[in-house]
């Protein structure tokens, strides 16, 4: 199975900061790499699909980058509303649709 | 507006039996694909189950694999999962997601539900 782990597991930082999590899979998922927020109580949302595609409706401060192994989501200039947990996930792999073990973003 | 709503949630003991449904509305249902995935309290994201816009194939993770069924009715626009067997450990909120691709392309959850909770204990 393809394992993804997400570094750091949890991050303190103010509004206006730029922020990037990063991802790592086990073997290469070329760009098969979701990026997903979840507030608490709350359902994930699609933030970046393909390793750097903008989902619809997403803020332009999110991006996403990376391919082969190595991923990154950066948050340009973090706001409020920014303050969640984010996922990662893989879909190269048919039935194998790992999740990352989620960075909680947290308020300084 | 795409809407998915889970139903079906609740507590049974283990080795019991559970089946939850997701309505689906403001697209058409049956050219997508969808999921279901869990997250047991204060922990992350599994997939469980994927089935294609046509109900096959069928996917399932290796933890529910023989216990678990997902199916769906285009008809009425509702998504499944019957769920057999039940263990402690399959205590979790229940999303179901829709994907936007149903062969071979970047699959992604683009639309989630509010999620059902399941609670397996005795």
């Known amino acids: 199975d393809i394992q993804m782990t997400q570094s750091p597991s949890s991050l303190s930082a103010s509004v206006g900061d730029r922020v990037t999590i990063t991802c790592r899979a086990s073997?290469?998922?070329?760009?098969?790499l979701n990026w997903y927020q979840q507030k608490p109580g709350k359902a994930p949302k699609l933030l970046i699909y393909a390793a750097s595609s903008l989902e619809s409706g997403v803020p332009a401060r999110f991006s996403g980058s990376g391919s082969g192994t190595h991923f990154a989501l950066t948050i340009s200039s973090l706001q409020p509303g920014d303050f969640a947990t984010y996922y990662c996930?893989?879909?190269?792999?048919?039935?194998?649709?790992?999740f990352g073990q989620g960075t909680k973003l947290e308020i300084k | 507006e795409v809407q998915l709503m889970e139903s079906g949630g609740g507590l049974v003991q283990p080795g019991g039996s559970l089946r939850l449904s997701c309505a689906a509305s403001g697209f058409t249902f049956n050219t997508y694909s969808m999921h279901w995935v869990r997250q047991a309290p204060g922990k992350g994201l599994e997939w469980v189950s994927y089935i294609t816009s046509r109900s096959s194939p069928m996917y399932y993770a290796d933890s529910v694999k023989g216990r678990f069924t997902v199916s769906r009715d285009n008809a009425k626009n509702s998504l499944y999962l019957q769920m057999n067997s039940l263990r402690d450990e399959d205590t979790a909120v229940y999303y179901c997601?829709?994907?936007?691709?149903?062969?071979?392309?970047?699959?992604?959850?683009?639309?989630w539900g509010q999620g059902a909770l399941v609670t397996v204990s005795s």
């Open positions: 996930q893989q879909s190269y792999r048919t039935a194998q649709y790992t």
């Open positions: 073997q290469s998922i070329s760009s098969y």
């Open positions: 997601a829709r994907d936007p691709i149903n062969n071979y392309g970047f699959h992604r959850f683009d639309y």
